[in-house]
């Protein structure tokens, strides 16, 4: 199992998730848990998200992450909606 870093950005973001909605955070623990199992299994993104995964949450959100094979950690890049997150980068 992969360790896991969340940037701070998408911690706060998650955890205030977390506090409002309940069946959200349920879903979110599950992909986490899914992503530290197996982080190669969600799709890879293209240019110029390059070298960050997604998994969508719900319908409408969609939580980034980067893998760091070398030290075996899944880092958590965001978490947003899905019109904003791919408009970042």
Known sequence: MYGLFSRKSAEEK??????KDAKTAEILDKKISEIRQDPYKFKPLRVPMHGYRRVHIGKSYVLTYSIDEQNKIVIIEDYDHHDNVYRKK
Not at 14 to 19: F, G, T
């Open 14 to 19: 998650i955890q205030k998730v977390v506090k």
